[in-house]
């Protein structure tokens, strides 16, 4: 990634390039991702078509064109911009549990940061109650991101598992081995999740993009809002959806032109 392009990314997280490499300056540039870039699927739910995970073509869809990417796209063009700006940070593959019953095979892409011997978890990529910055994986106490908390545990055969806890509830959410993964790992993943029948990110619409003080998404005909710990759900008519996916998401689709 050129400093040209290294600008362009900066400018359209609306972020700056960061002075020190910290894991302040690293949840300063993840926060500013998250409320810009949306979790969207549409390429698979209304184009039918596989994103391309060549670095070019990311730039092109997320920077340039301002459409946003699910994982395996948003996770490594910022993995992409964090190594251009100096940070030492490696793709993990990660299981997504949200409660159900394991073992659970990988399905997403996260990033691990390292800062000397400290470790973090960091993710843009994912479309649900996932941590909304980073966590420490060295801290196994409550971590708390806007409004919604976690734990990071680790278990006996060194895996590391963020828990989701909502009042007394506990979910085990995700699951990954802190272990390098290479790009071609995710790109047959890519394929998988784009065109299988049994993919959830083919069949419906799913956006889902940070506020300040929460997120909002939209899943099919359903529109929710969580702010300030609070959640709100309505249903919407198809041109309702579309009229949301441009205002509160700021997505051009030309297909629905």
């Not at 892409?109 to 649900?128: A, P, Q």
């Amino acid at each position: 990634m050129t400093d040209f392009q290294i600008d362009q990314y900066l400018t359209r997280i609306g972020a700056k390039r960061p002075d020190t490499l910290s894991p302040q300056s690293l949840m300063e540039l993840t926060r500013a991702h998250l409320e810009q870039v949306p979790f969207e699927v549409l390429q698979m739910s209304e184009a039918h078509t596989e994103p391309s995970l060549e670095p070019e073509d990311l730039f092109e869809k997320i920077v340039v064109n301002r459409r946003g990417g699910y994982c395996f796209e948003l996770n490594k063009l910022f993995y992409l911009l964090l190594r251009a700006l100096g940070f030492d940070c490696y793709p993990v593959g990660v299981r997504v549990l949200m409660g159900r019953p394991e073992p659970r095979a990988i399905s997403h892409r996260g990033i691990v940061v390292r800062f000397s011997e400290e470790k973090w978890y960091c993710d843009v990529g994912f479309g649900g109650r996932g941590p909304k910055g980073i966590l420490r994986l060295a801290d196994t106490g409550i971590q708390t991101l806007v409004f919604e908390s976690f734990r990071v545990l680790r278990e006996e055969d060194g895996s590391y598992v963020i828990v989701y806890l909502d009042g007394e509830t506990q979910t085990r959410m995700l699951k990954f081995r802190d272990e390098l993964w290479l790009d071609v790992d995710f790109a047959l993943l890519n394929g998988y999740y784009a065109i299988h029948s049994h993919s959830p990110f083919n069949k419906r619409k799913i956006l889902y993009l940070c506020q300040p003080e929460g997120w909002i998404s939209l899943v099919g005909d359903s529109f929710t809002t969580f702010n300030r710990g609070q959640t709100t759900a309505r249903t919407v008519t198809e041109e309702e959806a579309r009229t949301l996916t441009a205002t509160q998401f700021g997505l051009h689709i030309p297909q629905w032109d």
